[in-house]
């Protein structure tokens, strides 16, 4: 595995206690868009990541380049002018506001997990695991707006059981009592 001292997105801040520490010099913005991606199972997505290295060895930049789960067919050519800005933002929803003259990929840097949907113009599009752990979904050239939003299933599921307990424990104190 490349070292990060070997990198220069990383600069060594100090150590104590056997602990190095490391200053991320080219930070990633919230969200930025690529002209291509490429399709990789998740162990081999993560050691891409970890490596810095794609299986065929060429070197692996998120910045031109996004790792996703499933195939979202072929991009446009490269566009330098390309933009993507975060325009809302709350706990459970975030619009991104794009600009591109070709087709894209647009990657958020908010973490994945089951129960983000995201709707582009108002219209469903499907989100992808990207870079192993972050989001992202296809834009298409022009502007558009992509919303994200989180909707928790387990939370929804445990909010609907704990209110047929709360339910269940109401009507079973308002039955008559039997005695003995």
């Known amino acids: 595995m490349r070292k990060l001292e070997d990198s220069n997105a990383w ?33 081999e997505a993560l050691f891409t990541i970890r490596s810095g ?3 065929d060895g060429t070197p692996f930049d998120p910045r031109t ?16 002018a390309a933009e993507a800005e975060i325009v809302h933002r ?4 975030i619009d991104v506001r794009t600009s591109t003259a070709a087709d894209a990929f647009l990657v958020l840097s908010d973490a994945w997990y089951p129960g983000w949907s995201a709707h582009r113009d108002g219209a469903a599009v499907p989100v992808h695991r990207t870079d192993h752990a972050l989001l992202g979904v ?4 022009g502007e558009h707006v992509t919303s994200f939003r989180f909707r928790s299933r387990s939370l ?3 909010g609907a059981i704990s209110l047929l307990a709360l339910l269940g ?3 079973a104190n308002l039955l008559p009592k039997r005695t003995r």
């Not at 380049?65 to 330098?80: F, M, R």
């Not at 709350?90 to 929803?93: D, K, W």
């Open 90 to 93: 709350e706990a459970t929803r």
């Open 53 to 55: 290295r794609l299986p």
């Open 11 to 43: 600069t060594r801040i100090g150590a104590e206690d056997g602990a190095v520490f490391f200053e991320r010099t080219e930070p990633r913005p919230r969200a930025w868009l690529v002209p291509a991606t490429r399709t990789l199972p998740g162990a």
């Open 169 to 171: 424990l109401v009507v």
């Open 156 to 158: 929804r599921t445990g």
């Open 65 to 80: 380049l996004a790792l996703v789960d499933a195939e979202v067919g072929e991009l446009g050519p490269a566009d330098p």
């Open 138 to 141: 296809r834009v298409p050239a």
